[in-house]
């Protein structure tokens, strides 16, 4: 089989019209490189919007909110782009919902922002510490309505 064969029977339907013309095996190699790429830019520029735009939810776990940056950072790479681990904090806090305010002021406000493992154990540990407090405050307020 020739190289012009072996593109031909490689690729799908949609791509032979993209292919027709082409003189050179070279020719048709550069065409589907076009083809892919510029796709490929444009999913990257997709995911980079997504990652500005997550939002915590109210009462959403801290687990959930960060895993959606670990699947997004994830598709990026899978993509060929990257993004600097500062960066994923920085969107990560500014992300935060409004109740984690004074954690966030506190974090942001350090001289050098942790990376993106430090800051997803400090937000467990923030979640912890909040987490009694609010089943306390709960417990409480059932008692009272109980009497």
Not at 111 to 128: A, H, T
Request: with cysteine.
């Amino acid at each position: 089989m020739t190289p012009r064969g072996i593109i031909l029977e490689g690729v799908k339907e949609h791509i032979m019209p993209h292919l027709h013309g082409k003189a050179t095996t070279n020719d048709m190699w550069r065409t589907i490189l076009a083809l892919y790429q510029g796709s490929s830019d444009a999913e990257k520029l997709s995911l980079k919007d997504k990652l500005r735009n997550i939002q915590m939810s109210k009462g959403e776990p801290i687990i959930m909110y960060l895993s959606k940056f670990t699947q997004v950072w994830d598709q990026l790479v899978g993509v060929g782009d990257t993004i600097a681990d500062k960066d994923l904090v920085s969107l990560a806090l500014m992300g935060l919902h409004k109740s984690w305010e004074n954690f966030q002021d506190i974090v942001s406000g350090k001289e050098n922002l942790p990376n993106w493992e430090r800051l997803w154990g400090d937000c467990v540990q923030e979640e912890i510490r909040r987490g009694p407090r609010a089943g306390i405050s709960v417990k409480i307020e059932d008692e009272e309505n109980f009497a």
